[in-house]
Nanobody, 118 residues
Framework: VQLQASGGGLVQPGDSLRLSCAAAPELTLDDYVMGWFRQVPGREREYVTQISSRGETRYGGSMKGRFTVSRDNGKNTMYLQMDNLRPDDTAVYYC????????????WGQGTLVTVSS
């Protein structure tokens, strides 16, 4: 497994949660754009955010301002800080990677479940 997502759990609306995505040592993150996606059963996978090796970020519409992506290339790890969580953020969150000059997300982690419920 080249990407390992962790940090999911059950939280209440308004709470915060931080997800981590650890890459295997043989995956040199300097060469990759890293991203987070999420999926609710029965629905299409949704783009959440991405971060380049230089720290440039992009966000999906409903996450901007509440979610913050970061990465530590020295630790081969990407993070997703999620604040002010809402019930509609409930999903399985996946981390992914693509080479800098590719448009194909071809490396995926196994997913971590985030449940936001009172």
């Amino acid at each position: 497994v080249q990407l390992q997502a962790s940090g999911g759990g059950l939280v209440q609306p308004g709470d915060s949660l931080r997800l981590s995505c650890a890459a295997a040592p043989e995956l040199t993150l300097d060469d990759y754009v890293m991203g987070w996606f999420r999926q609710v059963p029965g629905r299409e996978r949704e783009y959440v955010t991405q971060i380049s090796s230089r720290g440039e970020t992009r966000y999906g519409g409903s996450m901007k301002g509440r979610f913050t992506v970061s990465r530590d290339n020295g630790k081969n790890t990407m993070y997703l800080q999620m604040d002010n969580l809402r019930p509609d953020d409930t999903a399985v969150y996946y981390c992914a990677a693509r080479l800098m000059y590719s448009s194909t997300w071809d490396t995926w982690g196994q997913g971590t479940l985030v449940t936001v419920s009172s």
